[in-house]
């Protein structure tokens, strides 16, 4: 199978982020990913787009999702004129849920959802600016059917 590209930009208005959802599936279910990846993507894209918007300055507010799939992997993009830059490493990918509740003292410790399950459901992610954007590329590898 080639590779195929697609790319949508959306407003930085949460609720777009259902549409970016449905489309970035629309394209894994399309290059033949299993349904429960396909599910996976729909949540990554979700909460990276809501991110996105979070950190979306005002005067560009616009979100671009691009997703590439080839016979191995989906290549996710989610791009934004952000405020801030994205510490992935920072993120725990070893941390259950329950861990993350218990521990939390106050609302702001619960931040972070968002990137612990991008983490969690994807095979590795990455961030960089790019000509002033904040660029987060998020890799799903296929998983093999036995």
């Not at 396909?38 to 999702?65: G, P, Q, Y």
């Not at 290549?75 to 939390?104: C, F, P, Q, W």
Request: glycine share 4%.
């Amino acid at each position: 199978m080639p590779s195929s590209s697609l790319s949508i930009q959306l407003p930085a208005v949460n609720g777009y982020e259902k549409i970016a959802m449905r489309f970035a599936a629309h394209c894994a279910e399309h290059a033949g990913f299993a349904k429960k990846q396909c599910e996976d993507i729909r949540t990554i894209v979700s909460e990276a787009c809501i991110n996105a918007f979070e950190h979306c300055l005002a005067e560009k507010d616009s979100v671009d999702v691009t997703c590439s799939c080839t016979v191995d992997k989906a290549v996710l993009t989610i791009s934004d004129y952000g405020t801030s830059s994205l510490n992935i490493e920072a993120v725990s990918d070893t941390m259950h849920l329950n861990e993350r509740v218990k521990n939390r003292k106050n609302s702001d410790s619960i931040r972070g959802w968002g990137l612990y399950l991008i983490k969690r459901l994807s095979s590795s992610v990455a961030s960089s600016v790019d000509n002033g954007r904040q660029k987060l590329t998020i890799v799903v590898d296929r998983m093999r059917e036995e």
